[in-house]
Structure formats: C-alpha cells, structure tokens
C-alpha cells in the first residue's frame, strides 16, 4: 500500500513547489480575451479612415469635379461652334438662292413666242378634244405634268393622255385606234430643251384628224399656262 501511494505524493509536492506554473495555467484563458480586444480595435481603425486618407479622398473628389467642369464647358464650346457653323451654311445657302434667283429672273426677262402657223384658235370651237402623242426633251416628266395639269383644269378641250411617262397623269390605259382620227379631235407634240442655265426653249405642234398642222409655236421661257393658251381657250 505504502508504494502505491509514493508517486501521488511527490506529484503534489512538486506542484506546492512551483506555484507561478499553477498561478500562470490559471492566468492562460486571458490571452484569448485580450487578442479578441486587439482585433475589434484593429475593425474600427479600418472603418474609420485617418485625417491623411480622408485629405486624400477629398482632394480626388475635387479633381473629379474640376474634370467634370472642363468637359462640360468643352460641349458648350463645341455646341456654339456648332451653331456658328449652322448660321454660317443657312448664310451661305440664302445668299446663293438670292443669286440664283436674280439671275433667273434676268433670264426669264429675255421672253419670246413665235408662232408660225395658228389655224386653231379661230376654229377652236371645232374640236372637242386634245390628244397628247409626244413629249420629248429634258424633263419630259415634268413637262407631262404641267401640261396635264393646265389642260385638266381648264375650260378648254378634253385632255387625254394615253401616254405612259408619268402614269399619274395618264387618262387612259388604252385608247382607241380610231379615236385620233375622228374630225373634232386634235393631236399635240411637245418638246423641250435648255437655254443656258434657267431659259427653256419649247416646240408645240397641233395637228388635226388628217395628219395637217393648224398650229405650230417656239416659246423661249415662256410659263406652260401661256404657251397652252390656243388649247384652253385662253388665247386672245
């Protein structure tokens, strides 16, 4: 019995005589508390940016504002370049259509009919209709337009126009064979050409069921209105 118990009693005389060991055991569990403390402080410095960062972050703010100011005061200065630039073409573009215009009305100043034959207007009465078989020249669409439009509205002959040039102005998709020689109808050839830059030249040419002219004019920039007159009635 007496050597079973031997080593439980040195092991106790060996604790009573160390008592720091046993004091710094008791004291260990501390050292977990006071890095627990260091790393909460170490959060709230990382949260809480120092005087220097926060000079930092103030100056950037301020460098972004001032870049942010020169971009916008460089649109500006480009939108008024712009608009100079605008004013300057409309300038332009007015003073050119001023020249334009003078110098065609200089051009249509210069006016002249000359009729060759008229054994129309006199016997005008005669004939019931107008036929457009020709139109030549430049802009031939054009003229197809304006011819339709002074023969449709006019209290003059019937219009027709079986042509397929400007299909708008197209009376009739199929005529009659016959229908061109019927005595109280009439057939009109048109053409045109330029003069220079804004003058027109015109050959009008009427001729009768039988192939025979009874009127035949050259216009130089005479309006379609006058030209046509013979056919509407309007000629005095």
Same mark, same amino acid.
């Given at each position: 019995?007496?050597?079973?118990?031997?080593?439980?009693?040195?092991?106790?005389?060996?604790?009573?005589?160390?008592?720091?060991?046993?004091?710094?055991?008791?004291?260990?569990?501390?050292?977990?508390?006071?890095?627990?403390?260091?790393?909460?402080?170490?959060?709230?410095?990382?949260?809480?940016?120092?005087?220097?960062?926060?000079?930092?972050?103030?100056?950037?703010?301020?460098?972004?504002?001032?870049?942010?100011?020169?971009?916008?005061?460089?649109?500006?200065?480009?939108?008024?370049?712009?608009?100079?630039?605008?004013?300057?073409?409309?300038?332009?573009?007015?003073?050119?259509?001023?020249?334009?215009?003078?110098?065609?009305?200089?051009?249509?100043? #210069? @006016?002249?009919?000359? +009729?060759?034959?008229? %054994?129309?207007?006199?016997?005008?009465?005669?004939?019931?209709?107008?036929? !457009? $078989?020709?139109?030549?020249?430049?802009?031939?669409?054009?003229?197809?337009?304006?011819?339709?439009?002074?023969?449709?509205?006019?209290?003059?002959?019937?219009?027709?126009?079986?042509?397929?040039?400007?299909?708008?102005?197209?009376?009739?998709?199929?005529?009659?064979?016959?229908?061109?020689?019927?005595?109280?109808?009439?057939?009109?050839?048109?053409?045109?050409?330029?003069?220079?830059?804004?003058?027109?030249?015109?050959?009008?040419?009427?001729?009768? #069921? @039988?192939?025979?002219? +009874?009127?035949?004019? %050259?216009?130089?920039?005479?309006?379609?209105?006058?030209?046509?007159?013979? !056919? $509407?009635?309007?000629?005095?």
């Amino acid at each position: 019995m007496i050597r079973l118990h031997f080593p439980l009693a040195l092991l106790a005389a060996a604790i009573m005589a160390h008592p720091a060991a046993a004091q710094s055991n008791v004291n260990r569990p501390q050292a977990t508390d006071v890095a627990l403390s260091c790393l909460n402080d170490c959060e709230q410095h990382v949260c809480e940016p120092s005087r220097e960062e926060r000079r930092k972050m103030d100056a950037e703010a301020r460098m972004l504002d001032a870049s942010a100011r020169r971009a916008q005061a460089a649109t500006k200065v480009l939108q008024a370049q712009r608009a100079l630039i605008r004013e300057e073409q409309r300038r332009v573009q007015a003073s050119r259509q001023a020249t334009l215009s003078e110098a065609k009305q200089r051009e249509w100043e #210069h @006016r002249r009919a000359e +009729v060759k034959i008229d %054994r129309l207007t006199p016997h005008l009465e005669s004939y019931s209709a107008i036929v !457009l $078989t020709s139109v030549t020249g430049v802009n031939a669409k054009q003229s197809v337009a304006q011819i339709a439009e002074v023969l449709s509205t006019e209290n003059g002959l019937d219009f027709v126009n079986p042509l397929k040039l400007k299909r708008k102005y197209r009376t009739h998709r199929k005529l009659d064979p016959g229908f061109v020689y019927r005595p109280d109808v009439l057939r009109a050839s048109f053409h045109r050409e330029t003069l220079h830059e804004f003058g027109r030249f015109v050959h009008l040419i009427v001729r009768d #069921h @039988r192939g025979k002219v +009874v009127y035949d004019a %050259r216009f130089e920039n005479v309006h379609f209105a006058e030209m046509l007159a013979p !056919l $509407t009635g309007a000629a005095g």
